[in-house]
């Protein structure tokens, strides 16, 4: 199995907005619910988003009404757009399966600034 390829992090100021992907191969992607996770500086990977196979979506509470996550079958590759951004949502965004079944890629790192 390949690793998942995230992008799209950087620095950003408190209220912007970042637009991550990530690129899932070797699985047949339109089958599986994929997930966005976050982890914080000296915190546990939590999950941020999944979508389904069908296109079903679920937000942690605290990225409600904020990030919107979405996949594109295609080009096997589910995005994360985030506005809003607060500090609380610095960390390292990875994504995988929703049961976690692929190795754990690089992720890429989201600064907020406040």
């Known amino acids: 199995q390949v690793q998942p390829v995230e992008s799209g992090g950087g620095l950003v100021q408190a209220g912007g907005s970042l637009r991550l992907s990530c690129v899932a191969s070797?699985?047949?992607?339109?089958?599986?619910?994929m997930a966005w996770y976050r982890q914080a500086p000296g915190k546990q990977r939590d999950l941020v988003a999944f979508i389904g196979a069908s296109g079903s979506t679920t937000y942690a509470d605290s990225v409600k009404g904020r990030f919107t996550i979405s996949r594109d079958n295609t080009k096997n590759t589910v995005y994360l757009q985030m506005n809003s951004l607060k500090p609380e949502d610095t960390g390292v965004y990875y994504c995988?399966?929703?049961?976690?079944?692929?190795?754990w890629g690089q992720g890429t790192q989201v600064t907020v600034s406040s």
């Open positions: 070797g699985i047949i992607f339109r089958y599986y619910t």
């Open positions: 995988n399966t929703f049961d976690n079944s692929l190795p």
